[in-house]
């Protein structure tokens, strides 16, 4: 079955402890990218990337690193994650290296909280 | 500041009302995407939307891409319940992706 798929679901953390959010897609797609969903400001790019090593800052990029190692995965790290960065986080792919007039294809969400 | 703005943010109607839900920008996109979003789960494509002026009938779903490619709008004729979610549009800048803060739309029995 065509997905992208992202472990974990649910993550429940401390500050500063490091935590990687991986991300997967079977698609084949060339462009992939990290959203973070929160009240009242909706879904933000934070990374995206349109082939492998490369890479890009969305629009609120502080605090996550990415890398695109191979075309189907896009890990989303946190290094020493905040409080500020609790939010519902999903992955999305997309067959063409650019996201315009493409239909992203994205993961259920992981829902992550830090103490 | 929100490059898409999306209006009405919160809509709660009977069903079998009508509404539209608008997306607007002073930038000018080469294409727009709808997408839906239900709880707990991610965002749906819709439409997407490329020609100023088009319009495209999706069921019950009408939606129409601005001639200056500003802007654009979902119109839902004879809501159900199912119709309920998040609507989203977005819209490419410069090799990212941009999303409108969504409509809130509730579709009462």
């Known amino acids: 079955e065509a997905q992208v798929t992202q472990n974990p679901r649910y993550l429940i953390t401390v500050t500063g402890k490091k935590l990687t959010v991986t991300c997967s897609q079977n698609?084949?797609?060339?462009?992939m990218s990290w959203y973070r969903q929160d009240p009242g400001l909706g879904l933000r790019q934070i990374y995206y990337s349109m082939n492998v090593e490369v890479t890009d800052k969305g629009d609120v990029p502080e605090g996550y690193k990415v890398s695109r190692k191979e075309k189907r995965n896009f890990p989303l790290i946190l290094e020493s994650p905040s409080p500020n960065q609790t939010s519902l986080y999903f992955c999305a792919s997309s067959p063409q290296p650019y996201p315009g007039g493409n239909e992203q294809f994205f993961g259920p969400g992981t829902r992550l909280t830090v103490l | 500041t929100q490059l898409l703005e999306q209006s009405p943010q919160f809509l709660s109607i009977q069903e079998g009302e009508n509404l539209t839900v608008y997306c607007n920008s002073s930038?000018?996109?080469?294409?727009l995407q709808w997408y839906r979003q239900e709880p707990g789960e991610g965002p749906v494509l819709l439409v997407t939307v490329v020609t100023g002026g088009e319009v495209k009938k999706l069921k019950r779903l009408t939606f129409q891409f601005g001639d200056a490619r500003k802007d654009s709008s979902l119109h839902i004729t004879a809501a159900q319940p199912g119709d309920t979610g998040l609507y989203l549009c977005?819209?490419?800048?410069?090799?990212?992706?941009?999303f409108g803060k969504g409509t809130h739309l509730i579709i009462q029995p």
């Open positions: 698609m084949n797609h060339e462009y």
């Open positions: 977005a819209g490419e800048i410069r090799g990212g992706l941009t």
């Open positions: 930038s000018v996109f080469s294409s």
